[in-house]
């Protein structure tokens, strides 16, 4: 077996510097060719259905062979980011690598059929699957594989995302900030930004988006700002909750892979009563639209409903991008009743319903940044702050271990 070079060993800060470049550099190329292959293949997937509408009558079907799937071949990590989440705290087996093809086949066939759903939970568990096998290779500890997978859930969200700042701040405020070592920054930064440069060699770019007018600061722009942020927390801990609630009634179902089937089949014919195909996939045109002019009002809970009964059937994507839709929707909407711009309301909700669902203030703010500039600052963080604290517990990563920041910050206190 191939063992670590003699010249990693040690525990000087030239030691850890050569160690933690040659590893991050590592899983931030695994990571931006993955997700470029991953992005390719979803754009591919969605442009094809876009051009075959039939093929939304097959969701059921496409539901069963993912369900299938996963009942005999990936039992083990059907858990998804949350087993990562479990072993980064609790390091045990390797994770599988096998988790990588699942996902990626899984989320693909999921949004090629028109599921509801994102692309995040699948670039965090293919960086992260990766990462972990080379943990015996270079004989790390449990500590420095904790590290290890931090740097892969960096790599994997900066490579997906194109937002490495983000990415970095992502992989460990998920974790709680106060619980992380100090020596996964470094990792987590230099993975971060390997994926998202590597992802852009692969010729594959990102969805810009532009908040054209940013009003200066006033003291009626903070309590507007206030408001949408409770807003935005409502929608986030509706979006915990349905989700939770779907997952555990299709649970009821004995045989998993009936579960997305009919889940499909439920999807398939809201879709139809419905009359519109714009709440399914990713959903990318639309959000785009919510910066520009005034969403529907139902079009961020119809989002909710779509998204909660996909992924709690136990089809394969993300959250992310779906809050993202959610938020933007409701921001874009919120601008007929708070007299912000529809631009900037919509960029707000971007990235406050995901801190609220999350509870990832931090490097949401900073993937506003990232994306609409720091000009912007004073608005969207007080709109993440607000939808952080607002939400209270209410996670869609669940995994027990994964206590909330607000609990760690202010669980001493009793509040």
């Known amino acids: 077996m191939t063992t670590i070079p003699a010249f990693l060993n040690g525990n000087s800060i030239l030691h850890y ?44 079907v496409a539901g069963l062979l993912v369900g299938l799937l996963y009942h005999h071949r990936g039992k083990n990590v059907e858990r998804g980011n949350n087993l990562i989440f479990d072993t980064i705290h609790n390091p045990k087996d390797v994770i599988p690598f096998k988790m990588t093809p699942l996902v990626l086949l899984g989320t693909v066939i999921t949004h090629l059929f028109g599921g509801s759903a994102g692309r995040e939970g699948t670039a965090l ?44 701040v992502f992989g460990i405020e998920v974790l709680l900030l106060g619980q992380i070592p100090q020596k996964a920054i470094f990792p987590a930064l230099f993975a971060a930004f390997t994926g998202a440069y590597v992802t852009e060699i692969w010729g594959v770019g990102h969805t810009h988006y532009q908040i054209p007018v940013i009003p200066s600061i006033s003291l009626m722009g903070i309590v507007y700002s206030i408001l949408s942020g409770i807003a935005f927390s409502v929608a986030a801990v509706l979006f915990v909750r349905l989700t939770h609630f779907f997952s555990t009634a299709f649970k009821k179902l004995n045989y998993p892979p009936l579960r997305p089937f009919i889940g499909g089949l439920i999807v398939l014919l809201l879709v139809l009563l419905l009359g519109t195909r714009q709440y399914i996939g990713l959903g990318i045109r639309v959000i785009v639209d919510a910066f520009s002019q005034a969403s529907q009002t139902e079009d961020f809970a119809l989002k909710i409903l779509l998204t909660a009964i996909t992924l709690g059937a136990g089809f394969k994507g993300g959250e992310v991008t779906p809050l993202f839709f959610i938020g933007a929707t409701l921001g874009s909407a919120l601008s007929v009743f708070l007299p912000l711009p529809v631009g900037l309301l919509a960029g707000m909700g971007f990235v406050a319903v995901f801190a609220g669902a999350a509870k990832t203030p931090l490097a949401c ?48 206190l009793g509040i």
């Open 365 to 412: 703010c900073i993937m506003a940044f990232e994306l609409f500039g720091v000009s912007c600052w004073v608005y969207v963080s007080i709109a993440c702050v607000i939808a952080f604290l607002v939400s209270g517990r209410h996670s869609i990563y669940n995994a027990p271990e994964n206590k909330s920041p607000r609990h760690f910050l202010f669980g001493k």
């Open 125 to 168: 568990q293919m960086a992260a699957s990766t990462a972990d096998q080379l943990h015996k290779p270079f004989q790390l500890s449990s500590a420095d594989r904790s590290i290890l997978l931090i740097a892969g859930l960096s790599a994997g969200f900066a490579s997906v995302f194109g937002t490495p700042w983000a990415g970095a």
């Open 17 to 60: 510097l050569l160690k933690w470049t040659v590893l991050s550099l590592l899983v931030g190329l695994a990571a931006g060719t993955l997700s470029a292959l991953f992005l390719t293949l979803l754009n591919l997937a969605t442009d094809f259905r876009e051009a075959h509408s039939y093929l939304l009558y097959f969701l059921p």
